[in-house]
């Protein structure tokens, strides 16, 4: 499955910011989808991640009561909504998605095989 990622841009604190992940393939709703997020120097951090069938989600601990992940599965898009945005959120923020990921491994960026191309976050204080 191919995905595409956008939405990214420049926001001052406290501002927010919708990112899109689109699929190519029409049967990824069996697949699970997750942002992650890289500065440059450091390793892909996990943010948040949602099982397309069931529409579970998880979250990394800096974010929750800010980002919300969710999918509109008629339009193979997921999305995540980032509220209350702070200067430590600048990344670029990928999409991935996997199949057959399991819980203990939903935080972990080898359990996808399926990556966007990232799209730049910047946070301005």
């Known amino acids: 499955v191919q995905l595409q990622a956008f939405g990214g841009g420049l926001v001052q604190a406290g501002g927010s910011l919708r990112l899109s992940c689109a699929a190519s393939?029409?049967?990824?709703?069996?697949?699970?989808v997750a942002w992650f997020r890289q500065v440059p120097g450091k390793e892909r951090e996990f943010v948040a991640a949602?099982?397309?069938?069931?529409?579970?989600?998880s979250y990394e601990d800096s974010v929750k009561g800010r980002f919300t992940i969710s999918r509109d599965n008629g339009e193979n898009t997921v999305f995540l909504q980032m509220n209350s945005l702070r200067p430590e959120d600048t990344a670029i923020y990928y999409c991935?998605?996997?199949?057959?990921?399991?819980?203990?491994?939903?935080?972990?960026?080898?359990?996808?095989?399926?990556w966007g191309q990232g799209t730049q976050v910047t946070v301005s204080s």
């Open positions: 991935a998605a996997g199949r057959g990921v399991i819980l203990s491994s939903i935080r972990d960026p080898r359990a996808y095989n399926n």
């Open positions: 949602i099982r397309r069938s069931s529409g579970l989600t």
């Open positions: 393939a029409h049967t990824f709703n069996s697949y699970v």
